[in-house]
């Protein structure tokens, strides 16, 4: 399995970015993906799920300001990010990690890099 991040950058507060996720070695529209993000000298944080009937969770933290969504036919997975502000500054990873369960629009766990797969990351720094 790979999974190859890009469209991180730096931008403004307020400003937009798109992140992709590439992936490969697994069929993407049968497996729930999620993006996580790691703030610096914090732990990981989950962000969003995607499942595989395409129900999208998110963390209070970004609901209303992040979209997950994917494209079957190219294997990518996506993340629409509005409205960034400083505290969303952290290299984001997406991931097939298992999250504990889900409910009422969001999932708890705590994410763990030794489970499943993960991208290597694509920093976000927003900062005016």
């Known amino acids: 399995v790979r999974l190859v991040e890009s469209g991180g950058g730096f931008v403004q507060p307020g400003g937009s970015l798109r992140l992709s996720c590439e992936v490969s070695g697994l069929t993407l529209s049968m497996t729930p993906m999620n993006w996580v993000r790691q703030a610096p000298g914090k732990g990981l944080e989950w962000v969003s799920r995607?499942?595989?009937?395409?129900?999208?969770y998110y963390a209070d933290s970004v609901k209303g300001r992040f979209t997950i969504s994917r494209d079957d036919a190219q294997s990518t997975l996506y993340l629409q990010m509005n409205s960034l502000e400083t505290e969303d500054t952290a290299m984001y990873f997406c991931?097939?990690?298992?999250?504990?369960?889900?409910?009422?629009?969001?999932?708890?766990?705590?994410?763990?890099?030794?489970?499943?797969?993960w991208g290597q990351g694509t920093q976000v720094t927003v900062s005016s």
């Open positions: 991931t097939n990690w298992k999250v504990r369960y889900c409910t009422l629009g969001r999932c708890f766990g705590t994410p763990d890099r030794a489970s499943g797969d």
């Open positions: 995607i499942g595989t009937d395409s129900k999208t």
